[in-house]
């Protein structure tokens, strides 16, 4: 049952943190109408928000003997998360360009 219990928060922690992820840092960027030039913009962008998800699981890792559930599933919870949140809010934006 520890297992299960330390997926689903690492399922939780990994989608607020993705969340928080695509509102902070790609929010503005993807509001707008024109991309033209703004190539570092994306770049800078996109470094942030791997490093965001580094730090995420770094700081997971190194409190999975301290949780009162099972440490790595936790951390594999937070990965699984962090990385279905990127593909679930780039869909729901490509669902609000094309109306």
């Given at each position: 049952?520890?297992?299960?219990?330390?997926?689903?928060?690492?399922?939780v922690?990994?989608?607020?943190?993705?969340?928080?992820?695509?509102?902070?840092?790609?929010?503005?960027?993807?509001?707008?109408?024109?991309?033209?030039?703004?190539?570092?913009?994306?770049?800078?962008?996109?470094?942030?928000?791997?490093?965001?998800?580094?730090?995420?699981?770094?700081?997971?890792?190194?409190?999975?003997?301290?949780?009162?559930?099972?440490?790595?599933?936790?951390?594999?919870?937070?990965?699984?998360?962090?990385t279905?949140?990127?593909?679930?809010?780039?869909?729901?934006?490509?669902?609000?360009?094309?109306?």
């Amino acid at each position: 049952m520890t297992y299960v219990i330390g997926a689903v928060a690492g399922l939780v922690l990994g989608a607020l943190v993705g969340a928080l992820k695509n509102r902070f840092i790609w929010g503005n960027y993807l509001l707008k109408e024109n991309f033209d030039g703004e190539a570092g913009a994306l770049y800078g962008r996109m470094l942030a928000s791997n490093i965001t998800n580094i730090v995420t699981l770094i700081i997971v890792f190194f409190l999975r003997n301290i949780v009162p559930f099972d440490g790595i599933a936790f951390l594999i919870g937070t990965a699984v998360a962090l990385t279905l949140m990127n593909k679930v809010l780039s869909v729901g934006q490509k669902k609000k360009e094309d109306r």
